[in-house]
């Protein structure tokens, strides 16, 4: 299994980046993903989810309205659109995957890609 996330970079306040995870090595369409962002000391934070199944998705409070996530079922890739982008967005982002249903907490996801740094600048 593998999850390979792209896409992030160093952007001003209010600029866009679009993250993507490439998902190899299983049943795609059995799954969710997740996109979550880590801050040195500080706990993993649930971004946004898909079901790949019925495209059903999540989004926490602070990024509703700016991020949008959807999946590329014939790619096997689920991109994450960010606008409007924050300081406080500033993160290592990681995509995850689980079988099933979402879920928001990281610890319920078995497969993790690698990480990307974003960074906002103010």
């Known amino acids: 299994v593998q999850l390979q996330a792209s896409g992030g970079g160093l952007v001003q306040a209010g600029g866009s980046l679009r993250l993507s995870c490439a998902a190899s090595g299983f049943t795609y369409g059995d799954y969710s993903i997740g996109w979550f962002r880590q801050v040195p000391g500080k706990e993993r934070e649930g971004v946004s989810c898909?079901?790949?199944?019925?495209?059903?998705?999540f989004y926490h409070d602070s990024v509703k309205g700016r991020f949008t996530v959807s999946s590329d079922n014939a790619k096997n890739t689920v991109y994450l659109q960010m606008n409007n982008l924050k300081p406080e967005d500033t993160a290592v982002y990681y995509c995850?995957?689980?079988?099933?249903?979402?879920?928001?907490?990281?610890?319920?996801?078995?497969?993790w890609g690698q990480g990307t740094q974003v960074t906002v600048s103010s």
């Open positions: 995850a995957a689980r079988l099933g249903t979402f879920v928001t907490m990281a610890k319920y996801y078995r497969y």
């Open positions: 898909i079901s790949i199944s019925d495209g059903t998705t």
